[in-house]
C-alpha cells in the first residue's frame, strides 16, 4: 500500500511541476509579446505550439507515470501548479 500512495504522490507532484512549467512558458510568450507588437496570426501561432507542447508533455507525464492510465487528480494538479505559479512568482514578469 505504501508504495501505491508513494506512486500516487510522485504522479501529483510532477504533474504540479509541470503546470508550474508550463505557466513559466507562457510567461515567457507574454514577455515576448510585450517587447514586440505581434500580429493576431502570429498570437495564434504562438498559442497553438503552447498547446500542442504541453499536450505533449502532459500526456508524456501521464503514460511515464501512469502507464497511461488517467487519474482524476492529475489534471487538477497542474491547474494547481499553473494557477499558484501565476498568482504569485509570475508577477515578478
Not at 511515464?64 to 494557477?83: H, K, V
Amino acid at each position: 500500500m505504501a508504495d501505491f500512495i508513494r506512486s500516487q504522490a510522485a504522479s501529483f507532484l510532477a504533474f504540479f511541476v509541470c503546470g508550474i512549467g508550463a505557466a513559466v512558458f507562457f510567461d515567457f510568450l507574454r514577455i515576448l509579446r510585450k517587447l514586440r507588437k505581434h500580429h493576431i496570426l502570429a498570437v495564434t501561432l504562438e498559442d497553438s505550439i503552447f498547446w500542442t507542447i504541453t499536450g505533449i508533455t502532459l500526456f508524456r507525464l501521464l503514460y511515464l507515470f501512469r502507464s497511461g492510465n488517467l487519474r482524476f487528480f492529475l489534471i487538477p494538479a497542474f491547474g494547481l501548479g499553473f494557477f499558484l505559479w501565476n498568482r504569485t512568482l509570475s508577477r515578478f514578469f
